[in-house]
């Protein structure tokens, strides 16, 4: 399976390499929409540009084959699930992958939001010459927290599935969630814009919520 697994990383990483134009147009769009005019990137030296393609290769291979790798996990985690157990392994796992797309969709769409903050911050006189990849690292780092954070109410119900929460202590703790997560989100937010704390503070105390009503439904 870790063949297979290398195998699937070396084809999805050399077809992102020959992507490369398409791939780095997706990642610089939010960059584009505030600053339509002149968002380009800046290099300043002679091999930035094949680390560049290297490092994008790299992270397109790994998303690409993360379907093969996932796969790949699963029937080896398989053999040793009882029926029960294999009966809320798939769910929590589709919800997983779920949650994970869906929070690299809000770092993706809030992004252009905190470029805007950061480039306004340092008032007028500054005027911005982005790094390729610097700004690469940000928007995939972003990306990564969000998708990862995102994996809070899987986390939640399996916690009120093993038994060691109930929806009733998640309802008693929901003011200290609320400050919480508040403070989580500052915290873990790479970019340290308010516009990308509010978005991942936001879908998860709504996500709280949702997994004590997921659990009161579990517990019937």
Not at 96 to 117: E, M, N, R, W
Request: aromatic share 12%.
């Amino acid at each position: 399976r870790v063949m297979i697994c290398a195998l699937a990383f070396a084809v999805t990483a050399t077809l992102a390499f020959l992507l490369y134009n398409p791939i780095l147009n997706f990642l610089k769009h939010p960059y584009c929409q505030v600053a339509p005019d002149h968002c380009g990137f800046y290099i300043t030296g002679p091999l930035d540009g094949l680390s560049l393609r290297i490092k994008i290769a790299a992270y397109g291979g790994l998303f690409l084959a993360s379907p093969v790798l996932l796969w790949e996990l699963w029937r080896f985690i398989t053999p040793g699930l009882k029926r029960n157990e294999k009966k809320y392994a798939i769910p929590f796992i589709v919800a997983s992958i779920i949650l994970f797309a869906l929070g690299c969709l809000v770092a993706y769409l809030s992004f252009p939001h905190a470029l805007k903050f950061l480039g306004n911050i340092g008032g007028p006189s500054l005027h911005a010459i982005l790094d390729p990849t610097k700004y690469l690292s940000l928007i995939l780092l972003l990306m990564t927290v969000f998708g990862l954070t995102f994996e809070f109410p899987v986390l939640l119900v399996s916690l009120e599935v093993a038994g060691v929460l109930t929806p009733k202590q998640l309802a008693s703790w929901r003011r200290w969630a609320i400050v919480v997560i508040v403070v989580v989100a500052g915290v873990v937010t790479p970019s340290s814009d308010p516009f990308s704390m509010m978005a991942l503070a936001i879908p998860l105390y709504i996500f709280y919520e949702l997994s004590i009503i997921i659990g009161k439904i579990i517990k019937r």
